[in-house]
């Protein structure tokens, strides 16, 4: 094919093995719920979801920095244009849900991140919607992204919305051509470009016929449709809660690498690489590094695990005692106190538990997101809008120091 050779090149990186660490903590025992540690062998290749975003604010410098210590093979962003041309780093359409803006800029909470000069993209901060750890963050540049990579970790670099952007395929392409950290992450197959719009990749593909691409849909498409992808593209990238074997034999037979986005549980981690895929990207890459390799992937664990998830309730996902809520449960032979655990989810909404939650060994604690009379057993967090998703959602589970407990996907 015309793009054979970028993804020969590519295919040095995903038969490369991860180094193993220089030393390793002995885990805690592993509980039935959850799958056995994948076997320490070469497998996919791990990217960080916006950096790591399960672990840090999405998107932002430390998250780069955070999946670059993590063994994780690539680290993956969105990049867009500001008002006055500048590529940067960001997911969101508007800047409402992960910044600031409405201190700084009043009334513009759902304006354009794209309407936004450089310099006032500069004025917002990006961290604290995540952690206070995290503030002061700040939207990177999408140089910054390479100064982080160093030689140390590849980037998926995903065009995002660019009917918002008009132009940032060049934009895109004359950085990985013209700025030497970037041109340097090229020749040494550690960049991948990526996205959703088939216009917009058929354009990059014409501009940069060098670079790997991949096109990302929502569900694998017929067999006709993956030959003409394969006319300009390298790989395939979809939604892992829809995928089954039959998808991935298609992608393969068209002669495209087979990724899957966003995997943010061990057990949906081990589930797709037994389907055959080649890239795995999600949220959590340092805990998913640790597993791939025969690691316990939450060694701060107290023993309390996210045992399960009822998102769809039959009426309202809100009504009184029986809305949508996260299960928790004490696997361990001690009671544990849960009193300030937190369950977040990938779009920042947050369950928090109450005080004076004490489980004993083997006890269950509904967490729910609406309103309820609390009792043992059953914790209201009494909110206004729903918090998982119908369709499926991912939920990481944090002690009240901070540390990361477990994570959960239906």
């Known amino acids: 094919m015309r793009r054979a050779s970028a993804a020969a090149a590519l295919s040095l990186a995903v038969l490369a093995p991860v180094a193993a660490p220089a030393s390793a903590t002995a885990p805690p025992v592993q509980t039935p719920a959850h ?53 940067f780093i960001f997911h969101d359409d508007v800047p409402a849900r992960t910044t600031n803006v409405a201190q700084v800029f009043p009334g513009r ?8 000069t450089w310099a ?15 503030a002061g963050e700040k939207i990177p540049h999408f ?8 030689n140390k970790i ?7 919305s660019p009917q918002n952007s008009p132009g940032l395929e060049k934009v895109v392409a004359d950085s990985l051509r013209n700025n030497p950290a970037w041109n340097r992450l090229v020749r040494c197959g550690k960049i991948e470009v990526l996205g959703f719009d088939a216009a917009s990749n058929r354009k990059f593909a014409r501009l940069a016929p060098e670079v790997p691409l ?15 992808i394969a006319t300009y593209a390298d790989h395939f990238g979809t939604d892992y809660r829809l995928l089954d074997a039959a998808g991935v034999q298609r992608v393969k037979a068209a002669g495209l690498g087979m990724g899957v986005y966003t995997v943010d549980s061990t057990a949906a981690y081990d589930s797709v690489v037994a389907l055959g895929v080649d890239r795995v990207t999600g949220d959590f890459p340092v805990q998913f590094s640790r597993h791939a390799r025969g690691q316990k992937a939450f060694p701060q664990n107290t023993g ?18 029986t809305g949508e809520h996260v299960i928790l449960q004490n696997t361990t032979r001690h009671p544990v106190d849960v009193s300030g655990y937190r369950v977040r989810d990938t779009k920042d909404n947050t369950l928090t538990v109450g005080r004076g939650y004490v489980l004993a060994p083997g006890a269950r604690l509904n967490v729910y997101t609406g309103p309820g009379t609390n009792r043992p ?15 499926g959602d991912s939920v990481a589970l944090w002690s009240s120091h901070g540390t990361l407990q477990d994570t959960f996907a239906n």
């Open 35 to 87: 799958a056995a540690p994948a076997a320490a062998t070469s497998g996919p290749l791990l990217i960080g979801h916006r950096g790591a975003a399960g672990t840090a604010p999405e998107n932002t410098v430390s998250a780069f920095e955070e999946a670059r210590s993590s063994h994780a093979d690539f680290f993956e962003l969105d990049v867009q244009l500001s008002a006055d041309g500048v590529p």
């Open 377 to 391: 057993g059953a914790y209201y967090n009494g909110a206004a809008t729903e918090a998982l998703d119908n369709e």
């Open 214 to 228: 991949q096109q990302l849909m929502d569900t694998v498409p017929d067999a006709a449709t993956l030959a003409q």
């Open 304 to 321: 309390v695990r996210v045992a399960g998830a009822v998102n769809d309730v039959p009426g309202n996902d809100l009504q009184p005692e």
């Open 154 to 160: 590849g980037v998926f670099v995903e065009i995002k």
């Open 109 to 116: 909470e759902n304006d354009p991140i794209t309407s936004f």
């Open 143 to 150: 140089d910054d992204a390479a100064k982080v990579a160093g």
């Open 120 to 134: 006032e993209l500069q004025r917002l901060e990006t961290g604290s919607h995540f952690s206070g750890r995290f």
